[in-house]
């Protein structure tokens, strides 16, 4: 079987995201072979991996702005801690 926290932590962990037929794998996983479960979990999977690389784009972002204010030796001491 698939652990669903397993799934989470490869879709969080994975800089460059989830291949789309990864994607379709697990929602062909959890959907259990049924053709419209597994389109309904291929869209929600799809979404999320959206809505996560919007996310790491804002943050991104964010740290961009904030590491042009703050002199590196902040920012080392930050992530040290």
């Known amino acids: 079987g698939v652990d669903l926290r397993t799934v989470q932590l490869w879709f969080q962990e994975n800089e460059k995201g989830i291949s789309t037929a990864n994607i379709r794998w697990l929602a062909r996983v959890f959907g259990c072979d049924d053709p419209v479960a597994t389109s309904e979990w291929q869209m929600e999977l799809s979404a999320a991996q959206s809505r996560l690389s919007a996310k790491r784009r804002e943050w991104k972002r964010a740290g961009s702005s904030v590491a042009q204010e703050i002199p590196d030796?902040?920012?080392?001491?930050?992530?040290d801690d």
């Open 73 to 79: 030796t902040a920012l080392t001491a930050t992530f």
